[in-house]
T-cell receptor
Framework: EAQVTQNPRYLITVTGKKLTVTCSQN?????MSWYRQDPGLGLRQIYY???????DKGDVPEGYKVSRKEKRNFPLILESPSPNQTSLYFC????????????FGSGTRLTVV | AQSVTQLGSHVSVSEGALVLLRCNYS??????LFWYVQYPNQGLQLLLK??????LVKGINGFEAEFKKSETSFHLTKPSAHMSDAAEYFC?????????????FGKGTKLTVNP
């Protein structure tokens, strides 16, 4: 089944403890992206990647890192999480830039205390 | 900057009634437009997309949307609401910026279907 898989689905952590949210797609998509969803603010792009080793900042990149060493994987790294990063995170991928829209993962609900 | 505006953060309809969710876009070039649906505790699922072919686009679950350039609108409709349509709906526009690309989302409309 074609899908984007995120792990974990739920995570509670403490301020300052480094964490990684994994994202993997099995559709051979070149484009991958991370979004965060917050009440009243909708979805905002954090980072995206056009291909292996090519990444760029989105609208809200502060406090996040990404890497794209393999085409299928696009992990999101929070080096020192803070409470304002408590949010619902989505990974998404797309075959053709712009035209196809994105296939989204099921989301990761992160709580930083 | 290209953006979308969804009118009405909450819409409530009766089962069997017409569903109309409004989306207006701002774009200086012909846009790619999308509607997504999000069910509770799930990710976003693509309902339909407009990519400059037919102006009336049919999607999954009986939904359709009409691209109206003169009104800069891309409203989502369904003739007869079903209880299973209760969800949050997002309109989005694809924005290209100097080799980068992103989907810019509206703030969403939560649809309630009453029995």
């Amino acid at each position: 089944e074609a899908q984007v898989t995120q792990n974990p689905r739920y995570l509670i952590t403490v301020t300052g403890k480094k964490l990684t949210v994994t994202c993997s797609q099995n559709m051979n998509h070149e484009y991958m992206s991370w979004y965060r969803q917050d009440p009243g603010l909708g979805l905002r792009q954090i980072y995206y990647s056009m291909n292996v080793e090519v990444t760029d900042k989105g609208d809200v990149p502060e406090g996040y890192k990404v890497s794209r060493k393999e085409k299928r994987n696009f992990p999101l790294i929070l080096e020192s999480p803070s409470p304002n990063q408590t949010s619902l995170y989505f990974c998404a991928s797309s075959l053709i830039q712009g035209v196809d829209g994105y296939t989204f993962g099921s989301g990761t609900r992160l709580t930083v205390v | 900057a290209q953006s979308v505006t969804q009118l009405g953060s909450h819409v409530s309809v009766s089962e069997g009634a017409l569903v109309l969710l409004r989306c207006n876009y701002s774009s200086s070039v012909p846009p790619y437009l999308f509607w997504y649906v999000q069910y509770p505790n799930q990710g976003l699922q693509l309902l339909l997309k407009y990519t400059s072919a037919a102006t009336l686009v049919k999607g999954i679950n009986g939904f359709e949307a009409e691209f109206k350039k003169s009104e800069t609108s891309f409203h989502l409709t369904k003739p007869s609401a079903h209880m299973s349509d209760a969800a949050e709906y997002f309109c989005a526009v694809s924005v290209s910026q100097g080799g980068s690309e992103k989907l810019v989302f509206g703030k969403g409309t939560k649809l309630t279907v009453n029995p």
